[in-house]
């Protein structure tokens, strides 16, 4: 069996080239700041405080390039320390960071296992990597130990329904496979890959696309020899067992049975999320944010923001706010595909005057002001945007760029 640091040293993952840094940012979640702030901190974290983070199996840098130059960008202070098994993986990191020309990152080689070791954070980015360990809650327990008090998780990881026939070709290549130079694995898992029939559930997942992407995404998906995804049951109880809780999945309208069954029935909220992981089925990976068990840390805030509070400073993630009120203007439903989901928002065409004016530093209150909306009407348009939008991580709440201009907002996505 080639080992896990074997395969991320033969293939990085996930594919990345440095000279890319000059033409894009790659963003996603978790880990946005502004996600972040909305998940963790309800929207209130004073950002002039130096954020210290640790993003614990980073790979080829995604999370460490994304969380690194936006903070650059807002400018807040902070300090971020990258760890990762594979050389050739941090090689690749340290190199999208100085192609950046960013600062306040430090880089180890070696397992989120000695997270405890290198400090305490604020924030912890642990994304596609738990699901790979020899002993999972392991990892969970080691992370919770290096949390500093108030702070949380972003993490991801694998879901088995919207993985279907994933495991059982991992399972053949493996046993075909087996003692095969991860490159000679490779090239002749291709080639049995070309020979599977059209009925196996893994050519009738149209939601897995990695393999098609690259070597490493094939390596990745296909060859791994340590993948164990997890239903929402066993990450909840998991969280349970190792010191954690969960703040929220960054898409909660994946996990709301009611938006399946028209009612959410009186089944305590796990059973319903389960329920609804199971009648969905295109559930890849579960992308949530964490903290501290309740016993363990009595937060003063709580968790989620709210846009329906007159201070909090509204953002749109993945919409162009004028692209958006133009449509709502023309009275048009807004048709949205995410996370394999499809759903139609619908709003009143006088939100429009709100959503376009949401620039990620006026306040929810500013902006009702400035459309010409009493409070009571702009308080119930808020209602309904938040609604609308926030169960599909559309709309956040985050003072992060308040009075740092244009210019910040837009250079950190």
Same mark, same amino acid.
């Given at each position: 069996m080639v080992s896990v640091t074997e395969h991320y040293d033969a293939y990085p993952y996930p594919e990345r080239d440095p000279a890319d840094e000059a033409k894009r940012l790659v963003i996603g979640s978790p880990s946005h700041p502004v996600e972040m702030d909305h998940h963790l901190w309800a929207g209130r974290r004073d950002w002039s405080r130096p954020l210290r983070v640790l993003v614990a199996g980073g790979g080829t840098g995604d999370g460490v390039v994304q969380l690194a130059q936006t903070l650059a960008s807002a400018g807040v202070p902070h300090e971020i320390t990258y760890i990762d098994l594979s050389h050739r993986a941090r090689a690749i990191a340290e190199a999208r960071i100085e192609a950046r020309g960013l600062t306040g990152v430090r880089f180890e080689t070696g397992s989120l296992l000695d997270a405890p070791d290198l400090g305490t954070f604020d924030y912890i980015d642990c994304c596609g990597v738990l699901h790979h360990l020899?002993?999972?809650?392991?990892?969970?327990?080691?992370?919770?130990?290096?949390?500093?008090?108030?702070?949380?998780?972003?993490?991801?990881?694998?879901?088995?329904?919207?993985?279907?026939?994933?495991?059982?070709?991992?399972?053949?290549?493996?046993?075909?496979?087996?003692?095969?130079? #991860?490159?000679? +694995?490779? %090239?002749?898992? $291709? =080639?049995?890959?070309?020979?599977?029939?059209? @009925?196996? *559930?893994?050519?009738?997942?149209s939601h897995l696309v990695d393999h098609a992407a690259s070597d490493a995404g094939f390596y990745d998906l296909l060859l791994h020899g340590?993948?164990?995804?997890?239903?929402?049951?066993?990450?909840?109880?998991?969280?349970?067992?190792?010191?954690?809780?969960?703040?929220?999945?960054?898409?909660?309208?994946?996990?709301?049975?009611?938006?399946?069954?028209?009612?959410?029935?009186?089944l305590p909220e796990r059973a319903r999320m389960a329920a609804a992981e199971k009648l969905r089925g295109t559930i890849k990976t579960h992308v949530a944010y964490i903290v501290a068990a309740a016993k363990d840390d009595a937060r003063s805030e709580p968790g989620t923001a709210s846009c329906r509070e007159?201070?909090?400073? #509204?953002?749109? +993630?993945? %919409?162009?706010? $004028? =692209?958006?009120?133009?449509?709502?203007?023309? @009275?048009? *439903?807004?048709?949205?595909?995410?996370?394999?989901?499809?759903?139609?928002?619908?709003?009143?065409?006088?939100?429009?005057?709100?959503?376009?004016?949401?620039d990620g530093r006026s306040s929810v209150a500013e902006i009702t002001r400035a459309s010409g909306l009493d409070p009571v009407a702009g308080a119930s348009l808020w209602a309904r945007i938040e609604d609308q939008l926030a169960p599909w991580g559309l709309l956040l709440c985050s003072g992060l760029y308040r009075g740092r201009g244009a210019a910040a907002a837009a250079g950190a996505g």
């Open positions: 020899p002993d999972p809650p392991a990892g969970f327990r080691a992370l919770r130990a290096a949390l500093a008090p108030g702070g949380g998780a972003g993490i991801m990881v694998y879901a088995p329904y919207g993985r279907s026939g994933v495991y059982p070709l991992q399972d053949a290549f493996g046993t075909l496979l087996e003692g095969l130079a #991860p490159e000679e +694995r490779l %090239a002749a898992a $291709r =080639a049995m890959l070309e020979r599977v029939p059209e @009925g196996h *559930p893994f050519r009738s997942n340590q993948d164990r995804p997890y239903t929402v049951t066993e990450l909840c109880e998991t969280l349970d067992e190792t010191g954690w809780q969960l703040a929220s999945f960054t898409m909660p309208a994946l996990y709301d049975l009611s938006r399946l069954t028209g009612h959410g029935g009186d007159g201070a909090s400073v #509204p953002h749109l +993630r993945g %919409a162009d706010p $004028r =692209a958006l009120a133009k449509a709502l203007q023309a @009275g048009k *439903p807004l048709p949205i595909t995410l996370a394999g989901a499809a759903a139609r928002l619908s709003l009143p065409k006088a939100a429009a005057a709100l959503i376009a004016r949401i």
